[in-house]
């Protein structure tokens, strides 16, 4: 529970980055409102990104990397080959 109070507003610090552009999460609607509060934010959390089909093409043949920058919390990985072809299948539908 110690980190809880320090990541207030982390759904709002994701984000992926497809060949230097980066593409900020939205948080679940549904989910939002329970998500965080003014002093602890919940140890879950449901995000989207909204892409165009350009970038869902970029996608597919680009470097993608999620990241966070939350001034509590830093990380960022590249998505492997397998992790973007099986995101591609939700992202084209």
């Known amino acids: 529970m110690e980190w809880l109070p320090k990541l207030v507003g982390i759904e709002r610090a994701v984000q992926l980055r497809i060949d230097g ?3 900020a999460a939205t948080p679940d609607a ?15 959390h449901y995000v989207h990104f ?11 043949d680009a470097r ?9 919390y830093a990380y960022e990985t590249e998505l492997s080959k397998a992790a973007r072809e ?6 084209r539908g």
């Open 64 to 72: 993608v990397r999620i990241e966070v920058a939350h001034e509590n």
């Open 50 to 60: 909204e892409l165009d089909p350009a970038q869902i093409q970029r996608f597919a």
């Open 30 to 44: 549904e989910h939002e409102r329970q998500l965080t509060r003014e002093t602890i934010t919940a140890s879950v």
């Open 86 to 91: 099986s995101l591609l299948d939700d992202l």
């Open 21 to 23: 552009e980066v593409v």
